[in-house]
């Protein structure tokens, strides 16, 4: 079964991600919503099938107070549950060479999707920001306030959203220092390993070499 991130998820639904996960908080007795063993929430079809529902009802002026019923309801007749996802993990190889190209590509890709989701974020709310302010230019004392109630809740969900960013980019910087570390040891191992080698030719070579100059008779002075 496919899955989805939060905002992948609230693009499907059409709503702003706070409202998922508003909507899993004022339902969380009868939606849940699995998440990775990194606290990222994980979302799939029938999650999504749900919070469509939930979606339209709203639309439709239900209360909560209704939405729990129907919501009951269908949980009863399907039996319906969220099952736990776990998210794949990032292979660890001994090869240096590897683990140095796994890197660098789980580098790239993971901060040029959080730039480009960041820019996205960022270009929507200055559009929204600039489109409110007209608005504001142009409506009374009362719709100025909800106006400016609306762009706080904006900035709350940018602000959300930007440390959702930060986590990501910290876990790929801990991700390459532990490789960094890795290599580290790596090397040191094999640094060791020539050493005793070293120590093992030249101890060879002394005891070979004591050997011979008790021999009266070399070997090669046959031939």
């Known amino acids: 079964m496919k899955s989805y991130t939060l905002r992948e998820a609230a693009k499907k639904v059409e709503v702003a991600p706070r409202i998922l996960k508003q909507w899993e908080k004022e339902f969380a007795q009868y939606i849940?919503?699995?998440?990775?063993?990194?606290?990222?929430r994980i979302y799939n079809d029938e999650l999504l099938e749900q919070f469509t529902k939930i979606?339209?009802?709203?639309?439709?002026?239900?209360t909560k107070h209704d939405?729990?019923?129907y919501l009951q309801e269908e949980q009863q007749n399907t039996g319906a549950g969220g099952e736990a996802i776990d998210a794949p993990h990032p292979l660890r190889h001994d090869s240096h060479y590897i683990a140095e190209q796994l890197a660098r590509t789980m580098k790239e890709e993971i901060v040029g999707?959080?730039?480009?989701?960041?820019?996205?974020a960022v270009q929507q709310a200055v559009a929204e920001m600039k489109i409110y302010m007209e608005e504001i230019c142009e409506n009374s004392a009362a719709t100025k306030q909800e106006i400016?109630?609306?762009?706080?809740?904006?900035?709350?969900?940018?602000?959300?959203?930007?440390?959702?960013?930060?986590?990501?980019?910290?876990n790929v910087v801990t991700f390459l220092q532990e490789e960094k570390e890795k290599q580290r040891r790596y090397e040191e191992q094999i640094l060791e390993r020539e050493k005793a080698f070293r120590e093992l030719v030249l101890s060879f070579r002394q005891t070979a070499a004591s050997t011979n100059a008790k021999r009266s008779n070399k070997w090669w002075k046959f031939w």
């Open 67 to 69: 939405i729990i019923q």
């Open 32 to 40: 849940t919503v699995p998440r990775t063993k990194q606290g990222a």
């Open 113 to 120: 999707e959080l730039k480009k989701e960041t820019t996205e």
């Open 55 to 62: 979606k339209q009802w709203f639309s439709e002026k239900k």
């Open 148 to 170: 400016h109630q609306s762009l706080a809740r904006y900035t709350k969900t940018l602000q959300e959203e930007t440390e959702e960013i930060h986590e990501h980019l910290d």
